[in-house]
């Protein structure tokens, strides 16, 4: 299993040393545009092998895409994080031709890949490489729900003063301040619903507080956060290449899915050897359901900012 990984920034470095850890990749590269970095990247990474019990090999590449050649997955995090204050989608302007330039030369040297998008506006850049390149939509899936999950989760223990392990809960949704939705109704504390041990006005502020979960951490590190991120794609990657069927919130191209269509917006999907191989359709409660379709108006915003 060759898992390439373009960017060797924050969330890259985190993503491939979350996968080296977990040991069930052959190899992976990382790729980044900035001379030697992916290459020292990969080498201070080698050296945690023998510390951490890895076997995995670390190959690092400066824009060397024959490195990533025959390719099982590839992870796209290249491109700017925000800056307190930003939106996400402020970020299109610069991330769109990068994501466009990286997504065409990863499918030139692994046309068989499945590419898992990160880097921001999440959702529209997933949909920009269904635009770039000829993968089958079931190849193609974007990160973001699956951190929104483990933030919704973590945000639910601290309410309840419980231990995370007891918590289970989902956020849907586009990857956006705004966007997220996450879950409450359906939200568990080992299988008992959250809303009996939590107010509804205290479940209104965990909600709130996950939504802006990323801007939290951007505003207090000065950029955006990177170990959660990295764990969720690696959780995505484990995922797919030990074709768990595993379910996560990702961003897939829906074609009437939860009544929507041509976008890529967070739903549940099932995980395994062929990328998303099904998705959930999750009954929603009325608000849920209003919420979700005023998400979707908004990532259909920003995809119109794409230059097709
Ligand atoms: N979807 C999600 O849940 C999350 C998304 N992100 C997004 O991930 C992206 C990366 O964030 P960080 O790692 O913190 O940023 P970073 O600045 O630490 O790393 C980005 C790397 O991309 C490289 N790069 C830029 N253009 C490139 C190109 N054409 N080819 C190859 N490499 C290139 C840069 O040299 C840099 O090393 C941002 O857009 C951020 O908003 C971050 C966290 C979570
Ligand atoms: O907040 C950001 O800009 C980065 C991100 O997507 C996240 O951490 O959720």
């Given at each position: 299993m060759k898992v390439t990984v373009v960017g060797a920034g924050a969330v890259g470095a985190s993503c491939a040393e979350y996968i080296a850890i977990k040991n069930f990749a052959s190899e992976v590269v990382i790729l980044d545009i900035k001379e030697g970095y992916a290459e020292g990247k990969a080498m201070d990474l080698m050296q945690c092998a023998s510390l951490n019990s890895f076997d995995t090999k670390i190959v690092g590449s400066t824009n060397d895409y024959s490195k990533t050649a025959g390719s099982d997955i590839c992870v796209i995090t290249s491109g700017i994080p925000r800056k307190p204050?930003?939106?996400?989608?402020?970020?299109?302007g610069i991330n769109a031709g990068i994501v466009k330039t990286v997504s065409s030369s990863l499918v030139e040297h692994s046309p068989n890949t499945i590419i898992i998008v990160v880097s921001n506006p999440m959702d529209t850049m997933t949909y920009l490489v269904h635009q770039t390149t000829?993968?089958?939509?079931?190849k193609i899936i974007g990160m973001g729900g699956a951190l929104d999950s483990a933030r919704f989760k973590y945000r639910l223990a601290e309410a309840m003063e419980a231990?995370?392990?007891?918590i289970d809960g989902m956020v849907i949704g586009g990857h956006s301040d705004k966007g997220m939705v996450p879950l409450t109704s359906h939200a568990t504390r080992n299988s008992i619903k959250v809303s009996e041990f939590i107010s509804e006005e205290r479940l209104n502020q965990v909600k709130e507080d996950t939504k802006v979960g990323g801007a939290t951490l951007t505003k207090l590190l000065g950029t955006s956060a990177w170990y959660a991120p990295g764990a969720a794609v690696s959780a995505l990657v484990q995922a797919i290449a030990c074709d768990q069927k595993k379910m996560f919130p990702c961003s897939a191209l829906l074609e009437?899915?939860?009544?929507?269509?041509n976008l890529c917006i967070g739903v549940p999907v099932l995980l395994g050897r062929n990328g998303i191989e099904k998705i959930i359709d999750v009954p929603l409660n009325n608000a849920e359901k209003a919420h979700l379709a005023e998400s979707a108006e908004g990532v259909k915003k920003t995809n119109g900012l794409l230059e097709l």
């Open positions: 204050g930003m939106t996400r989608e402020e970020l299109i000829d993968l089958p939509k079931h231990p995370i392990s007891d009437g899915e939860y009544g929507l269509s």
